[in-house]
């Protein structure tokens, strides 16, 4: 029974230890990546030290800055990420300045259907789909660019009064986003768009960061980390 016990024990540390790994990193890459117009979603749980509640929410990476910018009364938001980064592996928080937590949605923020979208995470074994648009992604995109460099090469041995004028054309283009879009739906897009933001961050647990499309405002895949 004793050796029962201690197997199970090692394999709960093992687990915890490894499921630690993918979200610290993904934390880090969030905020890392600086305030942008298409920031990553991150994961974190903070402790309202006014009312002593302690939730998980999910924000972007501009607003969790801009929080802790405000909460830690600094300037500098290098010296914010640099605050972030260093608690990267707990994510946990306490907080006091009601604006700040305001600009989390502390109050507001509620995760759905977490109990859904971990069986759907696991059944259609999702992460190791989003791992492999992630490989598809940067295929394409290396096929995409010997083509286009084939292509300059033989126009420009050409060198006839138009070929200045021969840019890639956009037909080619939605020949490489269609395909994309193709396995983006196939593998993630119908549950996204039906749990929305809890998608984002059940996902996120396991290394995959979604960010906001800055022209259209939909989420969008970005990563998983390593």
Same mark, same amino acid.
């Given at each position: 029974?004793?050796?029962?016990? !201690? ?7 093992? /687990?915890?230890t490894? &499921?630690? &790994? =993918?979200?610290?990193?993904?934390f880090? @890459?969030?905020?890392?990546?600086g305030?942008? !117009?298409? $920031? ?9 030290? +006014?009312?002593g ?11 969790? /800055?801009d ?29 006091? +300045? ?9 109050? @507001? ?6 109990k859904? *979208? ?14 492999k648009? /992630? ?10 660019? @010997? ?10 041995? *050409? ?9 890639? $054309?956009? =037909? ?12 983006? !739906? ?9 749990? &929305? ?9 396991? &290394?995959?960061?979604?960010?906001? +499309?800055?022209? +259209? ?10």
């Open positions: 029974m004793k050796q029962v016990i !201690t197997i199970l024990i090692i394999i709960l540390n093992f /687990q915890i490894f &499921g630690q &790994g =993918k979200p610290e990193k993904a880090e @890459k969030a905020v890392n990546n305030y942008t !117009t298409a $920031p990553y979603f991150v994961v974190l749980t903070v402790k309202n030290l +006014n009312t509640q302690i939730k998980e929410i999910l924000t972007d990476a501009n607003s969790l /800055q929080a802790f910018k405000k909460e830690l009364d600094l300037a500098d938001y290098g010296k914010v990420r640099e605050f972030l980064t260093e608690n990267s592996k707990t994510r946990f928080f306490e907080m006091k +300045n009601e604006e700040a937590l305001e600009i989390l949605r502390f109050e @507001k923020y509620k995760l759905k259907s977490e859904k *979208i971990e069986n759907i995470i696991h059944k259609e074994n999702l992460i190791d789909s989003l791992c648009i /992630q490989l598809q992604r940067k295929l394409i995109s290396v096929e995409i660019h @010997k083509y286009y460099a084939q292509r300059d090469e033989f126009f420009n041995a *050409i060198k006839d009064s138009i070929s200045s004028h021969r840019q890639f $054309p956009k =037909k080619e283009y939605i020949i490489y986003e269609d395909e994309l879009e193709r396995l983006e !739906t196939k593998f993630f897009r119908d549950y996204q768009l039906k749990y &929305g933001m809890s998608f984002c961050h059940v996902v996120f647990k396991y &290394g995959a960061i979604f960010y906001r +499309n800055c022209l +259209n405002g939909m989420l969008e895949f970005g990563q998983v980390v390593d």
